[in-house]
């Protein structure tokens, strides 16, 4: 009994912010900043989704919807491919030096992510990506977390698998496409989650090499919802509210596959 009330207890935690977003969303500007506060808006209005989504030349908040949608779906799958063939490569492959270079793939997890903005402002600055969206979709693709993640997945799988596909004729890429990727999709769709989540919601780098408004994706565009002197906060919390509703979607779709995936991942070496 205690479990299970631990357990609601949490659920409250991370469902609370989340509906009280929502109910702001619906709520006047009066009402909005009331003290006390009240927990749901006495007239649910929905005023603040059409000042949001009117938009103009420096506030196109649909425009910044797509791009963090390009941008999050873009970065999601490129971290798959990367990921998925360089995981496989030190999963099933036997070559000289891959235990070194696991190891040094492992340790860049422990560099702060900050100390890699400037060197990735400079690479892409040479390579003329600045104020594009493919600034924010190629960095981070061959992060380290996505490789030791499957890795660890594919150890897990059976080798005599392989074995038998070898014996069948099959090479490594066959046995890739049609053997091993077919069984991890726990692992893959917990990837795929994941790194959605983090370009969706990063901030940081955006505000780093995007500078035209019509580039800009959720997270520094609804920064400048607010005013230097005044603060909307019913349009605030709308914004929160859609930049929440990918993700959600997102994880209803795959949550049965990240479950299994995390379950199964373990840190066998």
């Known amino acids: 009994m205690?479990?299970?009330t631990a357990l609601v207890a949490l659920a409250v935690v991370f469902v609370a912010p989340l509906l009280w977003a929502l109910g702001t969303s619906f709520k006047s500007k009066s009402e909005a900043t009331r003290v006390p506060p009240t927990?749901?808006?006495?007239?649910?209005?929905?005023d603040a989704y059409g000042r949001l989504f009117e938009g103009t030349t420096q506030t196109p908040v649909l425009r910044?919807?797509?791009?963090?949608?390009?941008?999050?779906?873009?970065?999601?799958?490129?971290?798959?491919?990367?990921?998925?063939?360089?995981?496989?490569?030190?999963?099933?492959?036997?070559?000289?030096?891959?235990?070194?270079?696991f190891g040094v793939i492992v340790g860049t997890l422990l560099v702060p992510g900050f100390v890699f903005?400037?060197?990735?402002?400079?690479?892409?600055?040479?390579?003329?990506?600045?104020?594009?969206?493919?600034?924010?979709?190629?960095?981070?693709a061959a992060g380290a977390f996505g490789v030791f993640f499957l890795r660890q997945f594919f150890l897990g799988l059976p080798r005599e698998l392989d074995e038998a596909a070898l014996m069948e004729g099959a090479n490594h890429w066959h046995i890739f496409l049609r053997v091993t990727?077919?069984?991890?999709?726990?692992?893959?769709?917990?990837?795929a989650v994941l790194s959605f989540m983090s370009n969706w919601n990063d901030f940081?780098?955006?505000?780093?090499?995007?500078?035209?408004?019509?580039?800009?994706?959720?997270?520094?565009?609804?920064?400048?919802?607010?005013?230097?002197?005044?603060i909307d906060y019913p349009v605030i919390m709308a914004g929160a509210?859609?930049?929440s509703v990918p993700v959600l979607i997102l994880f209803a779709l795959t949550q049965r596959y990240v479950i299994e995936g995390i379950s199964r991942s373990g840190l066998k070496g």
């Open 181 to 191: 990727l077919p069984l991890s999709k726990p692992a893959l769709a917990t990837l």
């Open 64 to 101: 910044w919807f797509l791009n963090s949608l390009i941008a999050a779906t873009g970065h999601m799958l490129l971290v798959l491919a990367v990921s998925s063939l360089a995981a496989y490569a030190l999963a099933r492959l036997e070559f000289r030096g891959k235990r070194l270079m």
């Open 204 to 230: 940081i780098w955006p505000v780093f090499v995007i500078f035209s408004p019509d580039y800009f994706t959720l997270p520094p565009g609804l920064s400048i919802l607010q005013g230097a002197y005044t």
């Open 39 to 46: 927990p749901w808006p006495a007239e649910p209005a929905a």
């Open 117 to 140: 903005l400037i060197p990735q402002f400079l690479i892409i600055d040479q390579l003329g990506w600045l104020d594009s969206l493919t600034a924010l979709i190629v960095p981070g």
């Open 2 to 4: 205690r479990r299970y």
């Open 241 to 243: 509210v859609l930049a």
